[in-house]
Nanobody, 125 residues
Framework: QVQLIESGGGLVQAGGSLRLSCAAS????????MAWFRQGPGQEREFVAG????????YYADSVKGRFTISRDNDKNTMYLQMNSLKPEDTAVYYC??????????????????WGQGTQVTVSP
């Protein structure tokens, strides 16, 4: 079992940057496939980026490719999302998610068992 806590959200102007962090409890963080999802007002939760366990392959939604970078530091039990060139449409609550030895390229929320409480990102025009 793992507990996830996100941080780093806030208000930023369009074109700006933020870095989100997801701190995980437990001693087996390296064996979890991790991901970021987001949910805007009145919208369904959508996949943003993921990083697998093992080979640490990364994968992104088309809407954030080239702007966002996902990474992990297994020594610190922490995952990151560096967000650059932010747009107003990136405004959402961002959630981190984890799945024990999850498949690389898992895009559906239902494929992740563990979730954080979310952190708000607001991008002003």
């Amino acid at each position: 079992q793992v507990q996830l806590i996100e941080s780093g959200g806030g208000l930023v102007q369009a074109g700006g940057s933020l870095r989100l962090s997801c701190a995980a409890s437990g001693r087996t963080f390296s064996s979890y496939t991790m991901a970021w999802f987001r949910q805007g007002p009145g919208q369904e939760r959508e996949f943003v980026a993921g990083i697998s366990w093992g080979a640490y392959n990364t994968y992104y939604a088309d809407s954030v490719k080239g702007r966002f970078t996902i990474s992990r530091d297994n020594d610190k039990n922490t995952m990151y999302l560096q967000m650059n060139s932010l747009k107003p449409e990136d405004t959402a609550v961002y959630y981190c998610a984890a799945q024990w030895r999850g498949n690389s390229g898992s895009y559906a929320p239902g494929e992740y068992r563990y979730w954080g409480q979310g952190t708000q990102v607001t991008v002003s025009p």
